[in-house]
């Protein structure tokens, strides 16, 4: 078979959710604290809630939306500082796992060519005034980036999509 040809990405009703909750958290839509009903997005998407209620667990996992006991889920409050801390542990942890890819003999032409790519993909969405053109794309680089170079250490358990907050 030609290794040339790409691979078609299907996207599933799961991922369609995640995406578009994901996008309507990211642009505000959806507010910290505010109750999120599975059962009235299936009804808003036209879907089960089977693939509503999977969404929210993937969206759980990346830290987005919260499980709270008698409540249900709700999108996932950030303080200033709970964002200050984040950034300096994601810091840390980068710092730590470049330097370790670095000393192992794990940088390579086409992982640098890689973390290029996906720097320059988060850049090209950015705007005149500072914010983003698409929440989303950016999002998913920034984590695509990340996660390379934590692979590239060997550290699975530092890749955001492993981290729990």
């Known amino acids: 078979m030609n290794d040339k040809i790409p691979k078609i ?10 995406d578009f909750l994901k996008q309507r958290i990211l642009d505000g839509e959806l507010q910290s604290g505010q109750r999120v ?54 810091h840390l942890i980068e710092a730590d796992a470049a330097a370790c890819a670095i000393k192992q003999g794990h940088i390579t032409p086409e992982l640098l060519a890689s973390l290029t790519s996906h720097n320059e993909a988060i850049g090209s969405y950015r705007t005149e005034e500072g914010g983003f053109s698409d929440r989303i794309v950016p999002y998913e680089h920034d984590r695509q980036f990340h996660d390379i170079i934590v692979a590239a250490c060997g550290k699975p358990e530092y890749m955001l999509g492993n981290l729990n907050p």
């Open 9 to 18: 990405q299907t996207s599933t009703l799961t991922q369609q959710v995640v």
């Open 37 to 90: 009903w599975a059962a009235e997005l299936a009804e808003e998407f036209g879907v089960s809630i089977a693939p509503v209620k999977e969404a929210l667990l993937i969206l759980q996992g990346e830290g987005l939306i919260k499980n709270v006991p008698r409540r249900g889920s709700v999108v996932r409050q950030f303080s200033p500082r709970d964002v200050e801390e984040l950034i300096y542990i994601r």
